[in-house]
């Protein structure tokens, strides 16, 4: 089973950055999608973003298109989401995901559609609030 750890959350102003860290452990398949999700008060789970251990592919939903960016840190196994100009919207609790598979043509679908039911292992969780 994975196990992630999250790291970064906190209060900032419109126009600010934060940057989400998740630090993965525990795989045992050769292919993995790392997805963040965020869930507003009140409101449906979305996803966010998403990195594929395929070949490094990127996906972001198109409300953090061009502010915020995915990467990861192999040496580390972690994966990072720059959050930048951030928006009152973006408040929400931001949670990574991890999405295990035996075959890497699944990946693509796993990121494009971001469906919380296809990821099976999950952080805590960690609050972003901007506001002023």
């Known amino acids: 089973q994975v196990q992630l750890v999250e790291s970064g959350g906190g209060s900032v102003q419109p126009g600010g950055s934060l940057r989400l860290s998740c630090a993965a452990s525990?795989?045992?398949?050769?292919?993995?999608?790392i997805g963040w999700f965020r869930q507003a008060p009140g409101k449906e789970r979305e996803g966010v973003s998403c990195?594929?251990?395929?070949?490094?592919?990127?996906y972001y939903a198109n409300a953090v298109l061009g502010r915020f960016t995915i990467s990861r840190d192999n040496a580390k196994n972690t994966v990072y989401l720059q959050m930048n100009s951030l928006k009152p919207e973006d408040t929400a609790v931001y949670y990574c995901?991890?999405?295990?598979?035996?075959?890497?043509?699944?990946?693509?679908?796993?990121?494009?559609?971001?469906?919380?039911?296809?990821?099976?292992?999950w952080g805590q969780g960690t609050q972003v609030t901007v506001s002023s």
């Open positions: 995901a991890a999405a295990v598979r035996s075959d890497q043509t699944q990946l693509h679908r796993l990121c494009v559609y971001l469906k919380p039911a296809d990821f099976g292992s």
């Open positions: 525990g795989f045992t398949l050769d292919y993995y999608a």
């Open positions: 990195i594929s251990s395929h070949d490094d592919s990127t």
